[in-house]
């Protein structure tokens, strides 16, 4: 994926990072598919969460895919 969309995903993570950081969690990307299937690491209080998986869906992948053109879907990785 485009630097461009890079900067797109980043900027989008921004907007839902203090919701994180407020509960001691944060979210990492760690790389675009070609498929347009992000993979994020979510780190601290959210690497262990129950609700981390609410968290991804409702939270980081409806923001990622408002803000940015081509996202599909939002994985969790370790």
Known sequence: MSDLMNEKIEKALQT???????????VELVRVTPEGIVEVKLTGACSDCPMSQMTLRAGVERALIREVPGIRRVEAVN
């Open 16 to 26: 839902i990072r203090p919701y994180l950081k407020a509960d001691g969690g944060d």
